[in-house]
């Protein structure tokens, strides 16, 4: 990704909640997932974390769901919509360190992902989450066996959260929350009935348990997606 060069160090020192620019001596990796031993480029780690921290420039020629304040991003949609959220993919997956984003390069939607949908709340202009959302054909209740396996022995087709993220700065004020309801709203579900891919982070079960009201979560090993275009 390109670094901005007008995100210098001086402006991130500014900016609240950015003092793990530099890491203290027992601090090996920054809250938005730069590691002191990978990103030693102060300017690299500027930019990751800016975008972290207070989300991605939505472009104008993107649309959007004005009732809801949504961008939908689907493998029809434009080639710069669909590189913005791959980049938000790439903040959720440095901040978790994962090996893989859980969205393709902006040019592999239609032949890897054709089902897969993102959707991204909108604040000021800037895209400050993501949901990743899809629809799988197997998933099974939250119950795991003597042995501790979760079986998805259930076939009907779900619609599944595979992964969420909101902005480092947005954070503890319901926005991933509201941002579950709508997928679910537009979509014509409940919020209870959505699968949940695993494996879930405390504040991903956190915030699915929510919604179950004292029943089992939905879980989903995230593949395989439907390979029909549309959910």
């Known amino acids: 990704m390109h670094v901005n060069p007008e995100v210098t160090v001086e402006i991130l020192d500014e900016q609240p909640g950015t003092h793990w620019i530099d890491w203290p001596s027992w601090q090996d990796d920054c809250p938005c997932g730069s590691s002191r031993y990978v990103d030693r480029d102060r300017a690299s780690h500027a930019h990751w974390h800016l975008n972290w921290a207070y989300g991605m420039p939505y472009p104008n020629a993107c649309p959007y769901l004005y009732e809801s304040g949504l961008a939908m991003v689907t493998w029809s949609s434009a080639l710069v919509c669909r590189r913005l959220a791959f980049h938000m993919a790439q903040l959720f997956r440095r901040e978790q360190h994962y090996d893989f984003a859980q969205l393709p390069p902006a040019g592999g939607w239609r032949q890897h992902y054709p089902n897969i949908q993102a959707y991204m709340p909108l604040w000021h202009g800037r895209a400050v989450g993501i949901a990743i959302v899809g629809r799988v054909t197997a998933w099974g209740w939250d119950r795991a066996d003597e042995k501790g396996y979760i079986h998805f022995d259930q076939t009907e087709s779900a619609l599944a959260i595979a992964g969420i993220f909101v902005c480092g700065n947005y954070r503890r004020n319901g926005l991933g929350e509201r941002l579950v ?16 891919s695993v494996p879930l982070t405390e504040g991903g079960r956190a915030l699915a348990n929510k919604f179950t009201q004292g029943e089992n979560l939905r879980l989903c090993g995230g593949v395989p997606w439907e390979s029909k275009p549309g959910i």
């Open 181 to 196: 309801r709508e997928v679910a709203r537009v979509n014509g579900q409940k919020p209870a009935h959505l699968a949940w």
